[in-house]
């Protein structure tokens, strides 16, 4: 539904502010979704799992979260750092898509992006290369 109203564009244009962090999907929402992270390391396989068990809000169909998992998890074999991959993994998925998917039909209106350093999210990827107007890219100091 919300998509349906974003694209009949049937709304005033207003300043839109995008804006993420460095761990967007870091303790909280995992810990309410029961992801066993509190080891500090992940494997593969058990990534895979968690993302498939997410697809309710992550929406990834069950064949391609290997895919997906490989992509964020592929360049290590360190369990620690897969788990940091897989957390950047969610938050991309839960929260940067779906800003992505407004900022992309606010074209015409002013846009601010806010990330900070460091962040890695394909959120300023695509944002600076399928929106219209990126006004203002700023990093904000941790």
């Known amino acids: 539904m919300p998509e349906e109203i974003l694209a009949e ?3 005033n244009t207003v300043p839109y502010i995008v804006g993420i962090n460095k761990q967007e999907f870091g303790w909280l929402l995992p810990t309410m979704m029961g992801f066993p992270l ?3 390391k992940l494997d593969q396989k058990t990534a895979t799992s968690l993302l498939w068990k997410s697809y ?3 929406n990834i169909p069950e064949e391609l979260t290997p895919v997906a998992t490989d992509k964020y998890l592929g360049g290590t074999d360190d369990p620690v750092k897969k788990k940091d991959l897989f957390l ?3 938050g991309d998925v839960v929260f940067g ?3 992505v998917t407004v900022a992309r039909q606010h074209r015409g209106a002013l846009l601010h992006l ?3 350093p460091g962040n890695g999210s394909l959120l300023q990827n695509s944002l600076s ?3 219209e107007r990126v006004v ?3 990093s904000l100091e941790a």
């Open 97 to 99: 898509v779906p800003s």
């Open 88 to 90: 950047d993994l969610m």
């Open 9 to 11: 564009k049937d709304f």
């Open 129 to 131: 290369k399928h929106t």
């Open 38 to 40: 509190s080891e500090g």
């Open 136 to 138: 203002q890219f700023r």
């Open 56 to 58: 309710p809000i992550a």
């Open 114 to 116: 806010v990330c900070k």
